[in-house]
């Protein structure tokens, strides 16, 4: 864990999370600020801090929390209306949080994929 990560430290418990999905190596919890009616953030337990370093560091790590973001969009019911993964990696994504994390957005038409 470390100890100056915020992601790293509601995986601890040390900061409340509405918690909605867990899993041995994976949580899922509602975004603070969120974006679409329903907007949950997929984390993996173990700390990296974007896609490229777990791409690289445990690719397996990277699969579960993409199948626990399906698993979140079911148990959300956005499978039929659609929903949106977002995994913002590095300073042009505008990635405020450097501990990996899947968003899953939905329960509503989501717009453009990218603004201009
Ligand atoms: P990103 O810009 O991809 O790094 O996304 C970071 C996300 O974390 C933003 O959507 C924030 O609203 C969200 N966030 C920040 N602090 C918290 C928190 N304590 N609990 C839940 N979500 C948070
Ligand atoms: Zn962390």
């Not at 909605?20 to 984390?43: C, E, G, M, S, Y």
């Not at 994504?93 to 990218?114: I, K, R, T, W, Y």
Request: hydrophobic residues 45%; glycine residues 12%; aromatic residues 4%.
């Amino acid at each position: 864990m470390a100890s100056d990560c915020l992601f790293c430290r509601i995986v601890a418990g040390e900061i409340p999370a509405d918690i909605v999905h867990q899993t041995a190596t994976t949580l899922a919890f509602r975004d603070i600020n969120p974006k679409a009616p329903v907007h949950v953030l997929v984390i993996p337990r173990a700390h990296h801090g974007d896609l490229t370093a777990i791409g690289a560091a445990d690719p397996a790590l990277a699969g579960e929390v993409l199948a626990a973001a399906a698993e979140v969009a079911k148990a959300e019911g956005l499978t039929g209306g659609g929903y949106r993964v977002i995994l913002n990696s590095g300073p042009h994504s505008g990635q405020e949080v450097f501990h990996v994390h899947a968003h899953v957005l939905g329960g509503a038409p989501l717009g453009p994929m990218v603004s201009r």
